[in-house]
Nanobody, 125 residues
Framework: QVQLVESGGGLVQTGGSLRLSCAAS????????MGWFRQAPGKEREFVAA????????TYADSVKGRFTISRDNAKNTVYLQMNSLKPEDTAGYYC??????????????????WGQGTQVTVSS
């Protein structure tokens, strides 16, 4: 059983930056692919970014491409989401997730096996 704990959320102005972290425990971190999803009030959960087991393969939602960067440190059992040029529409709860599909970068939430509790990101205009 893998436990995931997100941190780093907060309130930031438009154009600002935040770095989210997700610490994993209870499993062999390097055998999992990792993803970030977000959910705004009244909306469905949506894919943000994913990284494969080694960090060598990543994919992003079109809405964040060029602004967000996903990375991982297998020695620290942590995945990161660097968010730059934030916009009010980025406001949401952000969730990290782990998938046993370690060699690819799935974008569907149903492909992920473990989820964190989320961290709130609020971007003021």
């Amino acid at each position: 059983q893998v436990q995931l704990v997100e941190s780093g959320g907060g309130l930031v102005q438009t154009g600002g930056s935040l770095r989210l972290s997700c610490a994993a425990s209870g499993g062999t971190f390097s055998t999992y692919g990792m993803g970030w999803f977000r959910q705004a009030p009244g909306k469905e959960r949506e894919f943000v970014a994913a990284v494969n087991w080694s960090g060598g393969m990543t994919t992003y939602a079109d809405s964040v491409k060029g602004r967000f960067t996903i990375s991982r440190d297998n020695a620290k059992n942590t995945v990161y989401l660097q968010m730059n040029s934030l916009k009010p529409e980025d406001t949401a709860g952000y969730y990290c997730a782990a998938t046993k599909w370690a060699f690819i970068v799935p974008t569907e939430s149903r492909s992920y096996d473990y989820w964190g509790q989320g961290t709130q990101v609020t971007v003021s205009s």
